[in-house]
């Protein structure tokens, strides 16, 4: 914890319609202009990219392993191409066997699909993860990927050790991204509203300006174990996506302000497409239930 805070000390320097079909879940809203809130299905487009989002996942535990089979009954019907991973890909032991009770195994059928996982490492993971063929960090501790065919890049950070090298190369990274989606994602939440741990606010102050100045429309965390989608934040869409094989029941606190929608009573990961413009989201949980769904517009250059 120290070595981390010392990192940070250097480095501190609507949419009218769908089209879609409604679902069971949240009864529509009127949300802020980023986010067009209602019960939306995906709509499973060609030439769109699917995309899944897990974090805090890997104990090889029950409950992983039946959020799992969710995910594989969801492909079968919804192929996400992506699984972004957020962080505490696995908890304890990192031995090769833990690399496949705890990965390999519960994700085998997507594996076998050809579906590519992008690691963030979190604050339980060892750095050596960053080697592991799976996870597809090609060794590197923070990196950045486009999307297979569409005008998508994902930034992925280190948010352990925010080192001013790292904050320099997101910084160029931004600068020189042509894409006209510009997500990023990482372990600890510049926003959130949990118990445990809550907002980490050094880590805003130094990546939120970056974020706003050079058009990122999404972010992606986990660390604290729930779901929670978050207001936007000078036109950013934030979620807490933490709960993939750890839960913190009743962890989000009601008075924050922050929550746009939570869910802290089982497990969740989120599955989202993007085409043109919009990008539709569901958040499903272990027993299949949508328990948060909307549309985000992505952000725009000012003129």
Known sequence: MPRRFLAFAFALAALAACGCPMLG???PTKGPAAVVEAAVALPNENGSLKFAVLGDFGTGFRPEYELASRMIEVHKTFPFELVLLVGDNLYG???PQDFKNKFETPYKPLLDAGVKFYGALGNHDAREQRFYE????GGKLYYSFHAPHEPIRFFVLD???PVPDQIEWLKKELE???EDWKIAYFHHPPYSSGGRHGSDVKLRQTLEPL??????SVVFTGHDHFYERIKPQQGIVYFVVGSGGMLAPGDIQPNTGLTDK???TDRAFLVAEIKNDNM???AISRTGQVVDSGIILRRKQNP
């Open 176 to 178: 020189g991204s042509k």
């Open 25 to 27: 879940g949240p009864a």
């Open 262 to 264: 939570g869910f802290d």
């Open 159 to 161: 948010s352990t050790y």
């Open 134 to 137: 799976s996870f597809n960090m």
């Open 211 to 216: 974020f706003v100045k050079y058009n990122v």
């Open 280 to 282: 539709v989201f569901n």
């Open 93 to 95: 032991t990192e031995r």
